[in-house]
């Protein structure tokens, strides 16, 4: 019995060892998923997705619902690992850290990208999307095609566009409701060259702080205001640190399913079609649940009170956009004139 006893032992310390160390069949904990060692896809591939949200959020859901799609779709050969919070990356080091290929996705906004690619500013530009038909059409169209374009020199794929919906502005020190309320009131914003200009345009100071810091920003009042979409300024609870918000859907917040290129052309056909379908399937879902979630929210927040919520009116949108104006010419050179008359078009079409 004492041979039979030790062998058995031998066999259980060497099965606990293996999956210890993420050597049992079907499980991964090795941070280098694009390694050789999985070119075979004998075992589930695993695909790490990081982002910076949380989990209740429309990105946050969205990539929740595109990992159960990828393991419906290629009968759990495929694991995609979802990581939010920022508790991989942040806002400033997840696209180093995709280009490197220590992570396989990122979903970043647009104003994170455009650090990279400067013609992804465009998204940032204040009006530019007059509706949420006008984004879906620069999402679908001939603009979301270029600017993906644009991405092939920094190793990158973009592969999908998930919105969040519109922004809305926010203070401590009084409702803004006319250029001269922004004066000399600071705010926290994304790395974005146009949207510093668009506080500026308002003689507004600005700060960019990441999204995960901003709560304490405002609370310890660092800065005195932000803008954000409602989804965001819910979930995150800015509403508790903030006392003014006006509705002007003066901008658009989405974000750019993103995945290292080198990664992606290793990946075989019977890998790449579901997962272009997954992916085309959560952006359906996505992009119309951050419009019902924004709405919804907005109530949410109504019926709470302790925020006081503008809605901006026609005549104070058109005072917004004329002292916006010049930032279109500003930045024509740096976005592309191919990238900015497509944006002209669409302002034109949705604009009457």
Do not use: C
Not at 216 to 240: A, C, H, M, P, W
């Amino acid at each position: 019995m004492r041979p039979l006893l030790g062998t058995l032992l031998v066999v259980l310390i060497g099965l606990a060892a293996a999956v210890a160390i993420g050597f049992y069949p079907g499980f991964s904990t090795t941070s280098d998923v694009a390694d050789d060692e999985q070119e075979g896809f004998d075992q589930a591939l695993v695909i790490k997705f990081s982002h910076v949200v949380a989990e209740n959020t429309p990105k946050g859901l969205a990539a929740q619902r595109f990992a159960r799609l990828m393991s419906e779709k290629t009968d759990r050969r495929v694991k995609v690992e979802v990581f939010p919070n920022a508790v991989l990356y942040n806002e400033t080091d997840e696209m180093d850290a995709l280009m490197r290929g220590n992570v396989q996705m990122i979903a970043p906004s647009f104003a994170n990208l455009s650090e990279h690619v400067p013609a992804w500013l465009t998204f940032d530009l204040p009006y530019a999307f007059l509706s949420d038909e006008a984004v879906q059409e620069a999402f679908d169209g001939e603009l979301g095609k270029l600017l993906f374009d644009k991405l092939a020199s920094k190793n990158l794929v973009g592969l999908s566009y998930w919105g969040n919906g519109f922004k809305q502005m926010t203070s401590n020190r009084g409702p803004l409701i006319h250029p001269s309320d922004f004066k000399e009131q600071h705010f926290r914003i994304l790395p974005s060259k146009v949207i510093e200009a668009q506080f500026r345009q308002f003689d507004a100071k600005t700060t960019p702080i990441p999204f995960n810091e901003v709560y304490r920003g405002l609370e310890s009042g660092v800065v005195d205001g932000e803008e954000n979409t409602i989804s965001n300024i819910r979930t995150k609870k800015f509403y508790q640190v903030q006392k003014y918000m006006t509705i002007s859907n003066h901008g658009y917040l989405g974000y750019t399913v993103l995945m290292n290129k080198s990664f992606w052309d290793k990946l075989p056909g019977d890998v790449k079609k579901p997962l272009v379908e997954a992916l085309e399937e959560t952006a359906h879902w996505a992009n119309e649940n951050a419009i019902e979630m924004n709405r919804r929210q907005l109530e949410e927040l109504r019926h709470q009170g302790g925020l006081e919520i503008h809605v901006q009116t026609p005549e104070e949108r058109r005072e917004w956009m004329q002292r916006w104006e010049p930032i279109y010419q500003e930045f024509e050179a740096t976005i592309g004139k191919d990238v900015m008359s497509r944006i002209r078009r669409l302002r034109e079409k949705y604009g009457s």
